[in-house]
């Protein structure tokens, strides 16, 4: 079952005295199953915060359908499922997290005694438990993140849309959010989100959909997309002079103590590994080099420009 | 109440109440209605009805600018802060929205009048005055000017900044308390076409002189049922039309 649905979304914006026409998404379509993490990938100007900007009507789009749980993204009852944390959020600073967190729930209607209960739930959740007090002027960049997050979870929605939810996070707030999002995941909820952190997309997602210049240009299981793709093998030894090493192989690099050879075939590792137990040498490790998501992420970049 | 409409309602109220800009006007607002009794010892003629006629323009003033500081930015904030990105993703409809914002200027602006007036009515009562119903008549329909210059100021600020806000807001308050001028300036026109361009901007724009009763008030005059009445219905036919352009313009705005 689809939870998020888009097709041939177009969307152009007009500049210079609105003669000039900037096409920013020139026919998006994807699609997020119900309990899947979604990692919505692109260059700066890409058109991923457009996209999601047309999903919540925040932008009209030029031609296209957006649907939420089958109904249209711009009816109350879409947004109703839906939990969203902008880039950068902005919240009204003379609030306190707390007062925030009721704000949001009057947007929902959510009873008084509903909110208080998912406000305590969720301010432990994100971690600004001592802290729903203080006004939001007083908060970091990565406690706004946070209150963000439970804001966005607030009515407790099947869809989470999050533009860009790491920036702004340190390392360990990156690993909680992770973590959290996982959870929300394994509560079946689906996660639609952009984001420049690849290393974070990759821990996460389910599906990719690649954004270059207003285009999907690629989509499909993360999984699917790295399988079988095996770039090269390293062989990592020690107790080696590097004059013994050039007689072996020329593909090798030198690093603490160790060397590091790399190998395009399979079929060369055990001629190699032969070669330093003969040498009196010490294999230390055999390694497949795989393709990652900033490889494939490059690639498409490569392909498209 | 909507309960959508009733969480904006009081948002908009709290980040007013919590502007320092409110305070201070409303601050001065009740000094100048003080000092009122200062001026009507220095001045020659009726004590009450010097402090009636200049504790009155007081309130007035100041009512009148915090009515058009609040305004001007509230959308505009909203919009620049991008916190209306928060806002306009959950389950409500941009007419909510400015719903919320109009009902929620009006809940500041009965406060602000409310505080003045009560600090008023007991300098009325210390000085010696006793409690004339016409006053509170006079503060009912400057609550009614108010609610229209925050229904035009919500309509500048839905797509404008606040310094244009500031001076279309400005320009029509000013305007609207010189309208009797038009029908003088239609009668100097010779072309029909002038004299019907000149009589549909009298139709339009807003005739806040309908709302000032400080003569009937500070001089004792007669007041007509008829015309309080027509200038109720006036200020809510005229409020409806604002808020109902100012919602077109808001619904086809777009967030980039």
Same mark, same amino acid.
């Given at each position: 079952? @689809?939870?998020?649905?888009?097709?041939?979304?177009?969307?152009? $914006?007009?500049?210079?005295f609105?003669?000039?026409k900037?096409?920013?998404?020139?026919?998006?379509?994807?699609?997020?199953?119900?309990?899947?993490?979604?990692?919505?990938?692109g260059?700066?100007? &890409?058109?991923?915060?457009?996209?999601?900007?047309?999903?919540?009507?925040?932008?009209?789009?030029?031609?296209?359908?957006?649907?939420?749980?089958?109904?249209?993204?711009?009816?109350?009852?879409?947004?109703?499922?839906?939990?969203f944390?902008?880039?950068?959020?902005?919240?009204?600073?003379?609030?306190?997290?707390?007062?925030?967190?009721? $704000?949001?729930?009057?947007?929902?209607?959510?009873?008084?005694?509903?909110?208080?209960?998912?406000?305590?739930?969720? *301010?432990?959740l994100?971690?600004?438990?001592?802290?729903?007090?203080l006004?939001?002027? @007083?908060?970091?960049?990565?406690?706004?993140?946070?209150?963000?997050?439970?804001? &966005?979870?607030?009515?407790?929605?099947?869809?989470?849309?999050?533009?860009?939810?790491?920036?702004?996070?340190?390392?360990?707030?990156?690993? /909680?959010?992770?973590?959290?999002?996982?959870?929300?995941?394994?509560?079946?909820?689906?996660?639609?989100?952009?984001?420049?952190?690849?290393?974070?997309?990759?821990?996460m997602?389910?599906?990719?959909?690649?954004?270059?210049?207003?285009?999907?240009?690629?989509?499909?299981?993360?999984?699917?997309?790295?399988?079988?793709?095996?770039?090269?093998? /390293?062989?990592?030894?020690?107790?080696?002079?590097?004059?013994q090493? &050039?007689?072996?192989?020329?593909?090798?690099?030198?690093r603490?103590?160790?060397?590091?050879?790399?190998?395009?075939?399979?079929?060369?590792?055990?001629?190699? *590994?032969?070669?330093?137990i003969?040498?009196?040498?010490?294999?230390?490790?055999?390694?497949?080099?795989?393709?990652?998501?900033?490889?494939?992420?490059?690639?498409?970049?490569?392909?498209?420009? | 109440?909507?309960?959508?409409?009733k969480?904006?309602?009081?948002?908009?109220?709290? +980040?007013?109440?919590?502007?320092?800009?409110?305070?201070?006007?409303?601050?001065?607002?009740?000094?100048f209605?003080?000092?009122?009794?200062?001026?009507?010892?220095?001045?020659?003629?009726?004590?009450?009805?010097?402090?009636k006629?200049?504790?009155?323009?007081?309130?007035?003033?100041?009512?009148?600018?915090?009515?058009i500081?609040?305004?001007?930015?509230?959308?505009?904030? +909203?919009? +620049?802060?991008?916190?209306?990105?928060?806002?306009?993703?959950?389950?409500?409809?941009?007419?909510?929205?400015?719903?919320?914002?109009?009902?929620?200027?009006?809940?500041?602006?009965l406060?602000?009048?409310?505080?003045?007036?009560?600090?008023?009515?007991?300098?009325?009562?210390?000085?010696?005055?006793?409690?004339? %119903?016409?006053?509170?008549?006079?503060?009912?329909?400057?609550?009614?000017?108010?609610?229209?210059?925050?229904?035009?100021?919500?309509?500048?600020?839905?797509?404008?900044?606040?310094?244009?806000?500031?001076?279309?807001?400005?320009?029509?308050?000013?305007?609207?308390?010189?309208?009797?001028?038009?029908?003088?300036?239609?009668? %100097?026109?010779?072309?029909?076409?002038?004299?019907?361009?000149?009589?549909?901007?009298?139709?339009?724009?807003?005739?806040?002189?309908?709302?000032?009763?400080?003569? +009937?008030?500070?001089?004792g005059?007669?007041?007509?049922?008829?015309?309080?009445?027509?200038?109720?219905?006036?200020?809510?036919?005229?409020?409806?039309?604002?808020?109902?352009?100012?919602?077109?313009?808001?619904?086809?705005?777009?967030?980039?």
């Amino acid at each position: 079952m @689809k939870t998020l649905e888009i097709t041939n979304l177009k969307k152009s $914006f007009r500049s210079n005295f609105l003669i000039r026409k900037y096409h920013i998404l020139k026919g998006i379509d994807l699609s997020v199953e119900h309990g899947e993490i979604y990692g919505f990938l692109g260059p700066n100007g &890409a058109g991923k915060t457009t996209t999601i900007k047309c999903i919540l009507g925040l932008l009209f789009p030029d031609t296209g359908e957006i649907q939420i749980n089958g109904q249209p993204a711009d009816s109350i009852a879409a947004r109703s499922q839906i939990g969203f944390l902008p880039e950068n959020p902005y919240f009204y600073d003379y609030l306190t997290a707390s007062e925030m967190l009721y $704000f949001s729930a009057s947007l929902f209607a959510l009873p008084q005694a509903v909110a208080r209960e998912r406000i305590d739930l969720l *301010v432990k959740l994100v971690g600004l438990e001592g802290r729903e007090h203080l006004k939001l002027r @007083k908060f970091s960049k990565g406690m706004i993140q946070r209150l963000g997050m439970a804001q &966005a979870l607030i009515q407790d929605p099947v869809c989470l849309i999050l533009d860009e939810p790491f920036s702004g996070l340190d390392p360990i707030g990156r690993k /909680e959010f992770r973590d959290l999002i996982l959870a929300l995941k394994g509560q079946g909820k689906t996660v639609f989100f952009s984001s420049h952190i690849l290393q974070d997309m990759e821990m996460m997602v389910d599906k990719v959909g690649i954004i270059i210049n207003g285009r999907i240009s690629r989509q499909g299981r993360l999984s699917e997309m790295v399988a079988g793709s095996t770039q090269c093998y /390293e062989i990592v030894c020690a107790q080696l002079s590097e004059k013994q090493l &050039a007689q072996i192989t020329p593909h090798f690099a030198s690093r603490d103590n160790q060397f590091i050879i790399t190998l395009d075939n399979e079929a060369d590792i055990n001629l190699v *590994v032969e070669s330093i137990i003969h040498n009196n040498g010490r294999v230390i490790a055999v390694n497949p080099v795989k393709k990652t998501l900033e490889d494939i992420f490059l690639h498409e970049m490569k392909e498209v420009q | 109440m909507n309960m959508h409409i009733k969480g904006l309602v009081l948002n908009t109220f709290r +980040e007013s109440a919590r502007n320092k800009m409110f305070y201070l006007l409303v601050f001065f607002g009740i000094i100048f209605a003080l000092s009122s009794k200062l001026i009507s010892f220095l001045t020659l003629g009726d004590t009450m009805k010097v402090l009636k006629d200049t504790g009155l323009a007081a309130i007035n003033f100041f009512c009148v600018l915090i009515a058009i500081f609040t305004g001007i930015n509230l959308v505009y904030k +909203e919009i +620049e802060k991008k916190t209306i990105y928060n806002i306009l993703s959950k389950p409500l409809t941009r007419d909510h929205f400015i719903v919320g914002k109009f009902f929620g200027l009006a809940l500041t602006m009965l406060v602000a009048l409310l505080a003045m007036a009560s600090i008023f009515f007991l300098l009325v009562l210390l000085v010696g005055g006793g409690f004339d %119903l016409k006053i509170l008549l006079y503060f009912f329909m400057l609550y009614l000017e108010l609610l229209i210059i925050v229904a035009i100021s919500l309509l500048f600020s839905s797509f404008s900044t606040p310094i244009l806000s500031f001076i279309f807001t400005v320009s029509l308050y000013l305007i609207g308390h010189i309208m009797w001028t038009f029908n003088e300036f239609k009668s %100097l026109l010779s072309s029909r076409l002038w004299v019907n361009f000149t009589q549909a901007l009298y139709y339009i724009l807003p005739n806040l002189d309908k709302f000032n009763i400080k003569n +009937e008030v500070v001089l004792g005059l007669p007041l007509h049922a008829g015309t309080i009445l027509f200038s109720i219905l006036y200020a809510l036919v005229y409020i409806l039309a604002l808020l109902a352009v100012t919602i077109m313009i808001f619904r086809k705005r777009e967030f980039q």
